[in-house]
């Protein structure tokens, strides 16, 4: 097996390497260059990381406890000028969209904002009458890892957020009154609905916006609650592939009629995510800038060492080791920090992603606690998903970059005169 760099190439390029600094080895602008290589690369797949877990997780988030697809009935106009934009055949038309090949479930679905109160308490809720089957097809809700109580006893109660539980003071078996504001109407106006409720399951959808203010009523419950009897305010539903949810659009909106249009979670979130794939670029390039930096210096460190060793190279020269040979020695001391920095880099990243839990809980303990504050960033604690994409662009970044600053210096030494190298020694 043929080898780029022959066994005397190898071994003179590591003997100044691990040279003293006192013989003009490896000098402090070098150990400087491994240790900002190191820095850099570590920045780059830790940011990287927290980057990707913080999109899969606010995605996740959106997928997990809230529709992919929403059809919704346009408003109409009765002879008194009234609107409503409610869907009456919503059992017929739920039925065709689930005859649409990849889709899951299509849930009619009653909605209002009301008030909650219990013992003194107060806070506004968004209401969703959905029936228990369909309830099913959100994944974070019903996740009984994160929630508690009897989702089998949804019928006699309501599901209600972690959040509106907190902040109501309330758990499960508790009666939560609601106030609705569009009750009854009497010849003397609208009067206030109030009902009371026993809470029978307490969820977290790992979204703070979402168990701050939801809570789920059984689905003809609601219809009686909100005067919505024999309609519902919109179909949700769900697809197996919600990535790719364009793909089904037209043949959902097939089966809508002229009065029914749709949406799609990408309408509601895109902008967002498009922000956040902006940031993404915007931080690997800043991060690259950091990279370059880090490798400007192997040019430094190479080009002390190319002046130390001058007499070094006349010998070898004189010796009648070719030009190629001479870069090729120096080009492998540039190369090797280069490659040790990224490795170092590499491992510390990798690390940090692993175990970003304890580690962001030991910063949280140390700050004295709130450095994440969940109603201003959405999820509740800081994700990262280490990534093989992410690793091998840092890794290749990293080396491309050293390997290209590596060649200049080297060459310097290459086109070194032996007789200039010798002529005052």
């Not at 679905?109 to 369909?134: K, L, N």
């Not at 009629?257 to 967002?272: P, Q």
Request: with cysteine; aromatic share 8%; glycine share 10%.
């Amino acid at each position: 097996m043929t080898f780029p760099f022959s066994a005397p190439e190898r071994m003179i390029a590591w003997r100044y390497l691990r040279a003293k600094r006192a013989e003009g080895g490896v000098s402090v602008m070098t150990w400087i260059s491994l240790v900002g290589i190191t820095l850099a690369v570590f920045a780059l797949i830790a940011t990287l990381s927290v980057r990707a877990g913080f999109r899969a997780e606010f995605v996740d988030t959106i997928l997990g406890a809230n529709p992919h697809v929403t059809v919704y009935g346009l408003a109409r106009y009765d002879d008194n000028g009234n609107s409503s934009d409610t869907l009456e055949g919503y059992e017929a038309l739920a039925e065709k969209i689930r005859a649409v090949p990849g889709v899951t479930s299509a849930a009619p679905v009653v909605t209002g904002q009301v008030m909650a109160s219990f013992q003194g308490r107060a806070a506004g809720v968004q209401v969703t009458g959905i029936t228990r089957d369909d309830l099913d097809s959100l994944p974070r809700v019903i996740d009984p890892a994160t929630g508690y109580g009897d989702l089998g006893r949804f019928g006699e109660g309501i599901a209600i957020g972690s959040g509106v539980a907190r902040t109501l003071g309330a758990t499960v078996g508790d009666r939560v009154k609601l106030i609705s504001p569009d009750g009854a109407k009497t010849p003397f106006g609208t009067s206030p609905r109030t009902a009371s409720y026993e809470i029978a399951y307490i969820f977290s959808a790992g979204r703070y916006d979402i168990d701050q203010v939801r809570v789920y009523m059984p689905f003809a419950e609601a219809q009686s609650y909100f005067n919505r009897e024999g309609v519902a305010d919109r179909i949700e539903v769900m697809v197996s592939d919600p990535e790719h949810v364009d793909r089904l659009i037209p043949q959902i909106a097939a089966q809508l009629g002229e009065d029914e249009v749709l949406y799609t979670w990408r309408d509601a979130s895109g902008a967002f995510l498009r922000a956040l794939t902006v940031e993404d670029n915007v931080m690997f390039v800043i991060l690259s800038v950091l990279v370059l930096i880090a490798t400007m210096n192997i040019v430094s460190g190479l080009i002390m060492l190319v002046k130390n060793k001058g007499r070094d190279i006349g010998i070898l020269r004189t010796l009648g080791l070719t030009e190629g040979a001479v870069l090729r020695i120096f080009f492998l001391c540039g190369a090797a920090t280069g490659i040790a920095g990224t490795l170092m880099g590499v491992v510390l990243g990798c690390l940090f992603a692993i175990y970003i839990d304890p580690i962001f809980a030991a910063v949280n303990a140390l700050s004295g606690g709130g450095v994440w504050d969940p109603s201003i960033r959405g999820i509740y604690h800081l994700p990262a998903k280490l990534q093989a994409g992410d690793v091998l662009s840092a890794v290749a970044l990293s080396l491309g970059m050293s390997f290209v600053v590596t060649i200049f210096p080297a060459r310097r030494a290459a086109r070194m005169n032996p007789v200039d190298a010798l002529r005052y020694e």
